[in-house]
């Protein structure tokens, strides 16, 4: 199986370059955000048991999230292998996933760090936010989530790279120059 983790800063073109992946590889895309919600939506028991947080503004615990994949990624058919995105988010996540998948006899097989400067960062979600209208794209709440992001993937980052899984790429020029540098990455692996 290939199982590949994408994680990168806020802007850095997880969503799109995951889907480049999704549409060559043919995985099967694991975001955790779509998860809780279609839980919820589904009024399941642990959907109904993560909404308790999110209605309160608050992060839905580990254990929650990690029955909700584990219950997806142990039931699931076979399939040639998943994409994660938006989690793992912790060096514990990093560990329940793993175990995860030893229950299906594998493993991650690499982890992309999607690496693009803060200041070229904030610039794509500033000029995202203007054209979306998103308001959560303003400079303060950029910084804010930024600060987030370093302090909880730190750790996650030390986690892969001590298994010699985790690669760094360029998260800078177009989307397919992108691409076309995680390619190289997974083609190497797979083949």
Do not use: C, W
Request: charged share 30%.
């Amino acid at each position: 199986m290939l199982n590949i983790v994408i994680f990168g800063a806020p802007g850095s073109g997880k969503g799109t370059q995951s889907q480049k992946l999704i549409d060559k590889y043919h995985l099967t895309h694991i975001a955790t955000g779509d998860i809780l919600r279609a839980e919820r939506e589904n009024h399941t028991r642990l959907g109904e048991l993560a909404n308790q947080y999110m209605v309160k503004g608050q992060l839905v615990p580990d254990d929650i999230i990690i029955k909700m994949l584990e219950e997806l990624i142990v039931h699931k058919p076979d399939n040639v292998g998943y994409i994660f995105d938006g989690f793992p988010r912790t060096s514990n996540q990093g560990e329940a996933l793993d175990n995860m998948l030893l229950k299906k006899d594998t493993d991650i097989t690499v982890v992309l760090s999607l690496e693009v400067d803060d200041k070229y960062l904030t610039e794509r979600l500033i000029k995202r936010g203007e054209v979306s209208g998103r308001n959560d794209d303003t400079e303060e709440t950029i910084k804010s989530r930024l600060q987030v992001y370093y302090r909880q993937t730190a750790p996650l980052k030390d986690y892969y790279e001590k298994q010699g899984k985790l690669v760094r790429i360029n998260g800078v020029g177009t989307i397919d120059e992108i691409f076309g540098r995680i390619e190289r990455v997974v083609d190497k692996i797979n083949y």
